[in-house]
Structures are given as structure tokens and as C-alpha cells.
């Protein structure tokens, strides 16, 4: 399984849609939550690394997926 980390914003209605989708199909224990709010470092790696400080960023072996709807895609297909 690919290394999972997902960079989000508890106040972002995407983020809450991707986080939604993942407690109801049991996947909280499977990818690693990073809330840039909370630690700089992660805010500053998810600009650094992805580009642009947008929220829900998946990081799929340390690669970017924006769009909470391709993130949710993602899951689904290879996941779940």
C-alpha cells in the first residue's frame, strides 16, 4: 500500500468531505492527517512540495492530489 498523508483545514468544507468520506468507509487508521493549521512544518512541506497551500491535498508516496472529488476517486479505486 502506498504511503498516504492527507493535508487539510478542519474549517474547509473539502477537506470535511474528504475526512467524511474516509470515517465512513473506515479509513482513519490508513492515512496519516495533517491539519496546517496546527504545525507550520506541515503548511510549510505541503507549499514546498506541492506547490500551493491548498487543502485537501492528498500525498500519494509523496506526490500531490488536489480536489477533494479526485482524492475521494483515488480512495475508492485503489483503497478501498
Do not use: H, W
Not at 491539519?35 to 514546498?48: A, G, H, K, S, V
Not at 506541492?50 to 477533494?68: A, N, R, T
Request: proline fraction near 5%; include cysteine.
Amino acid at each position: 500500500m502506498p504511503k498516504l498523508e492527507l493535508y487539510y483545514m478542519d474549517i474547509c468544507p473539502f477537506s470535511q468531505k474528504v475526512l467524511r468520506f474516509m470515517s465512513e468507509n473506515n479509513l482513519n487508521d490508513k492515512i496519516l492527517l495533517k491539519e496546517i493549521r496546527l504545525n507550520d512544518y506541515d503548511r510549510e512541506t505541503l507549499i514546498n512540495v506541492g506547490g500551493k497551500e491548498q487543502v485537501p491535498c492528498l500525498f500519494i508516496d509523496g506526490k500531490p492530489l488536489y480536489e477533494s472529488d479526485d482524492i475521494i476517486a483515488y480512495l475508492k479505486e485503489n483503497i478501498l
